[in-house]
T-cell receptor, first 113, second 114 residues
């Protein structure tokens, strides 16, 4: 059972515009969320995280929003750049039940120059 | 900082042989390392969690006798795929935890079993 879902397998955005990647989860015990960026045949690179005590975390062009009641988080990239083209995974964990991360299936972002 | 390396980056082996993959944290000590497996167009699936000096904790459905994990030091964990078969062909990724909740991933190892 997929506890973390990314329902959009791909997304195309024009350079300079905003990219919005969405992630939904089912486990209400999750209290820490992360976004990773991954290029083919490489390991994921940590982008940004958010704790469940917050609803927003911003780092440069990247902002993560968390809506606990909807069990939904999103990653906003503004402005989008061609170098942002990659697969983005969201991940979640429950700090009370161990170190296990649950990953979504990923969204492939293409930023068109 | 927070660099994790894996070796080899890719390996081809014959069915029935064993393959060892190394995961190293280069500039920090990692008390916990994780091993993931990624199938094409699928998510990363956690295989096991290893803590330095103790036995690894395997996720449900992962054969511990087939995927041997050793975490000998705070900077090195190894995954040995024993008696590899073609269905073991996959992309294996390790990660190391520096501080609580922050995991840094290695570049991955592509295993092809012929």
């Amino acid at each position: 059972d997929q506890q973390v879902k990314q329902n959009s397998p791909s997304l195309s955005v024009q350079e300079g515009r905003i990219s919005i990647l969405n992630c939904d989860y089912t486990n209400s015990m999750f209290d820490y969320f992360l976004w990773y960026k991954k290029y083919p045949a490489e390991g994921p690179t940590f982008l940004i995280s958010i704790s469940s005590i917050k609803d927003k975390n911003e780092d440069g062009r990247f902002t993560v929003f968390l809506n606990k009641s909807a069990k939904h988080l999103s990653l906003h990239i503004v402005p989008s750049q061609p170098g942002d083209s990659a697969v983005y995974f969201c991940a979640a964990r429950s700090t009370n039940t161990g170190n296990q991360f649950y990953f979504g299936t990923g969204t492939s972002l293409t930023v068109i120059p | 900082g927070a660099v994790v390396s894996q070796h080899p980056s890719w390996v081809i082996c014959k069915s029935g042989t064993s393959v060892k993959i190394e995961c190293r944290s280069l500039d920090f000590q990692a008390t916990t390392m994780f091993w993931y497996r990624q199938f094409p167009k699928q998510s990363l699936m956690l295989m096991a969690t290893s803590n330095e000096g103790s036995k690894a904790t395997y996720e449900q459905g992962v054969e511990k006798d087939k995927f041997l994990i050793n975490h000998a030091s705070l900077t090195l964990s190894t995954l040995t795929v024993t008696s590899a078969h073609p269905e073991d062909s996959s992309f294996y990724i390790c990660s190391a935890e520096q501080y609580t909740y922050e995991q840094y991933f290695g570049p991955g190892t592509r295993l092809t079993v012929t």
